[in-house]
C-alpha cells in the first residue's frame, strides 16, 4: 500500500508536468510566430515612417530654397542582430565646374533594408515612396560614412538643387552625428 500512494504521486506529478510541456509546446508552434511576425511588422512600420519623415522633411529643406537649414534624424536600434548604416557614393554628376556624386543613405538588419535615394524611399530593392528628385552630395563636403551601432543620428542639410543628366538633384551635405 505505501508503495502504490507513492507511485501515484509520483505518476500525477509527471502527468500534470507532461500537460504543462504540452501547453508550452502548443503555444510555441501556433502562437509565438504570429506574435514575433507582428513584432517584426510593427519595428519596420516604425523605420520606414522614420525614414519617410526624413524623406518629407528633406523635401521641405528643398523647397524652402534656403541654404543652410539643417534636419535632423535619429534611428534606434529596431532589429535584433547586426544593424549599420551607411552614406554611400553613386556616380558622378558634373554640374558647371563642380563635380557632385550621387548618394544613397542606407539603414540595413539581417534581413530589412531601407535606403533613400535614387528617387525615394526603397525598402528590400523595392520602391515604397517615390521622389521627384535623386539625392546629391557634395563629396568636398560630404564623405562615404558607414556605422554599425545606434542609435544613429542623421543631420543633412540642404546646399542646392541641380539637374544632370536629365535629371534633378538635391545637393545635401549628410553627417553622421
Known amino acids: 500500500m505505501k508503495q502504490d500512494a507513492g507511485l501515484s504521486e509520483i505518476t500525477g506529478f509527471l502527468l500534470i508536468?507532461?500537460?504543462v510541456i504540452l501547453c508550452a509546446a502548443v503555444f510555441t508552434a501556433s502562437a509565438l510566430p504570429e506574435i514575433l511576425e507582428a513584432e517584426e511588422r510593427k519595428q519596420n512600420e516604425e523605420l520606414l515612417f522614420?525614414?519617410?519623415?526624413?524623406q518629407e522633411e528633406m523635401d521641405s529643406l528643398a523647397l524652402a530654397e534656403e541654404?543652410?537649414?539643417t534636419g535632423k534624424e535619429?534611428?534606434?536600434e529596431l532589429f535584433s542582430g547586426k544593424v549599420h548604416l551607411s552614406l554611400t557614393?553613386?556616380?558622378?554628376l558634373a554640374y558647371g565646374s563642380a563635380v557632385f556624386?550621387?548618394?544613397v543613405i542606407t539603414y540595413a538588419g539581417e534581413d530589412t533594408e531601407l535606403t533613400l535615394g535614387n528617387g525615394g524611399v526603397k525598402k528590400n530593392g523595392k520602391q515604397i515612396l517615390p521622389s521627384s528628385y535623386c539625392l546629391a552630395v557634395n563629396p568636398n563636403q560630404t564623405r562615404e560614412q558607414r556605422e554599425i551601432t545606434?542609435?544613429?543620428h542623421i543631420e543633412y542639410t540642404w546646399q542646392e538643387t541641380i539637374s544632370a543628366g536629365g535629371r534633378t538633384y538635391q545637393v545635401f551635405h549628410v553627417r553622421f552625428a
Open 67 to 69: 541654404r543652410g537649414y
Open 74 to 76: 535619429e534611428l534606434e
Open 101 to 103: 556624386r550621387e548618394a
Open 17 to 19: 508536468l507532461t500537460l
Open 50 to 54: 522614420r525614414f519617410a519623415s526624413m
Open 150 to 152: 545606434g542609435p544613429f
Open 89 to 92: 557614393y553613386g556616380k558622378e
